[in-house]
């Protein structure tokens, strides 16, 4: 072992191979994880929420925090017709999201995100998904995003105990997505867990609410996104389902050891009066500055583009911007049978060299159109490229207001 390291840093690198087969991150483990991590995991979990039990049988390590809920929406799956299972699913959402449903084989339900209200979850909004969901499908799961992705909105204690009391009167699962729980900046605002909501909300939701909550290394400050590991939590689910969840699991053969073990560093992190503790926590606190900073930067500025509104983030790694562009332009993208947005970032990409994500990527936004900025970045990146952002935006507009100023535009449409 690299002699050049601090002694605290290899000690922990020898009780990490300890607790592996044969001392080597070559070995196999057990389907749903290493022990020492899924203990470590609980741990974390009830610092998290201040003392809620957690326990390390009821979680379960997965190759990313994707490949648990593949296997979880897998299980659900079944019925034919208006029997078939439904899942709620916030509009926007994660990209990958709408595939990873079609592929396991359930309907995807969209319910929009209010985007006035700083997409809020509407309670309302949720009754008339269900509501159309009828003789079409049968919804068994509601899916939330928590810190949103691609919104970065963030719930209060209120709108997590509206969703619950929804899903419980519904008997719809609760997929919850939480791997942005460790980056919330927003100003007066913390991320909440909703399993220490359901946690103070009486026995008759405490006990019976079925509830999958999901977190990855491959959340904003940790990042380690190329290592494949995951984890999520089961509450209060039939034991069968549960060992069939594991059984599921062996199909992987066990997650990379890798990843693993960088979970249990994510959630098992240097103390004080550690070596590292003082490097770790200014890594942490440069990577949250960063992200609230770029921000509140991203949104003033593009509030202040003529066509273009940003509702605030509270926390994950994208604003997403509303775009209004020309009606000019808007015929422009129908005679080449392609989404505004699409055209958008294609043109932005060719002119500027700036890669935006296209709105209509990430779900049905009520027929408005939409980008996602990724705000991770380092600020002078960002000073680079709102300035690139903004020429190319006032030459559209004013190019599809005044069509004579611009040959060159008309070429590229």
Not at 187 to 210: A, P
Request: a negative charge.
């Amino acid at each position: 072992m690299n002699k050049t390291l601090p002694l605290e840093v290899r000690l922990r690198a020898q009780r990490l191979l300890e607790v592996c087969d044969g001392e080597s991150v070559g070995s196999y483990t057990n389907s749903s994880g290493l022990p020492h991590v899924k203990q470590s995991i609980a741990e974390f979990i009830m610092r998290r929420d201040v003392g809620v039990p957690s326990y390390a049988k009821d979680i379960f390590i997965s190759a990313g925090s994707q490949r648990a809920l593949v296997l979880i929406v897998k299980l659900l799956a079944s019925g034919q017709g208006e029997t078939w299972t439904g899942v709620l699913t916030p509009m926007p959402c994660p990209y990958t999201l709408p595939t990873l449903l079609d592929e396991a084989g359930v309907t995807l339900v969209p319910y929009q995100l209010m985007e006035e209200q700083g997409w809020a979850v509407d309670l309302d909004e949720l009754h008339r998904a269900l509501k159309t969901a009828q003789g079409r499908c049968s919804p068994k799961a509601i899916y939330i995003s928590n810190p949103g992705n691609p919104t970065g909105h963030v719930q209060d204690w209120k709108s997590i105990e509206e969703v619950i009391q929804f899903a419980a009167a519904e008997r719809l699962l609760l997929l919850v997505d939480e791997v942005y729980q460790d980056s919330v900046y927003g100003k007066g605002r913390d991320f909440i867990s909703y399993k220490r909501v359901l946690s103070e909300m009486g026995k008759e939701y405490s006990e019976t609410v079925e509830l999958v909550s999901l977190h990855s290394i491959s959340s904003a400050l940790m990042g380690e996104c190329g290592l494949r590991a995951g984890y999520m939590e089961l509450l209060n689910m039939d034991p069968e389902v549960m060992h069939l969840v594991d059984t599921m699991l062996c199909t992987d053969i066990s997650t990379p050891v890798t990843g693993q073990l960088a979970l249990d560093l994510m959630v098992n992190p240097p103390k004080p009066g550690d070596s590292s503790y003082d490097t770790y926590t200014q890594e942490i606190v440069f990577t949250r500055t960063t992200l609230s900073q770029n921000a509140q930067r991203a949104q003033e500025f593009l509030n202040d583009l003529p066509g273009m509104s940003s509702q605030p983030a509270m926390g994950g790694i994208y604003l997403f911007p509303r775009l209004d562009v020309p009606s000019k332009f808007l015929e422009q993208a129908k005679i080449l049978e392609v989404e505004a947005d699409v055209l958008y970032c294609q043109m932005l990409l060719e002119e500027e060299g700036v890669f935006l994500g296209a709105g209509s990527q990430y779900g049905e936004t009520a027929g408005n159109h939409h980008l996602r900025l990724c705000i991770l970045v380092p600020p002078d990146t960002l000073e680079q490229v709102l300035p690139r952002l903004a020429s190319f935006h006032l030459r559209l507009v004013d190019t599809n207001l005044h069509p004579d100023k611009s040959a060159g535009m008309r070429e590229i449409l």
